[in-house]
Every structure is written in C-alpha cells, then in structure tokens.
C-alpha cells in the first residue's frame, strides 16, 4: 500500500489494527526507512561530489562546509 493511500485512509479515521498487527506502525517504520534512504543518498552524493572537487574520501573531522558529512 502506498503511503498516499495510507493517509487517505487516516484522512477517514480508518483503523490499521488487523489480527493483532498494527499496520501504521509496519507504515510508519517503512517511512523512516525511505527517510533514512534519502538521508544516505544525500550524504554518498555529498561524498562523490567532494572526491570530485578533493581526488580522496577522507573528509577531515573539521570540514566547516559540511559537517554533516564530515561525520558520515
């Protein structure tokens, strides 16, 4: 199921409990999967782009530019 189709469904106050198994949360842990998806490709695009412009990966502790990447 989409999670477009997941918040029609909450839009109506539909209840995701089928057998004992709570379908929002199985919903909810998929979404911070994609998100944390997302945050990772983010960050390796980061890494590519600063090999690119560095020639190496290793991105110093104090990279002011980026220090999100700088702990990655």
């Not at 990772?40 to 560095?54: A, G, P, R, V």
């Amino acid at each position: 199921m989409t999670l477009d189709r997941v918040q029609r469904l909450r839009d109506v106050d539909f209840c995701f409990r089928a057998k004992g198994i709570d379908l929002q949360a199985e919903v909810e842990l998929q979404r911070k999967r994609d998100q944390g998806y997302a945050n990772w490709t983010k960050h390796f695009n980061e890494l590519c782009e600063y090999k690119q412009k560095n020639g190496n990966c290793l991105v110093p502790k104090v990279y002011t530019k980026n220090k999100p990447l700088a702990s990655w």
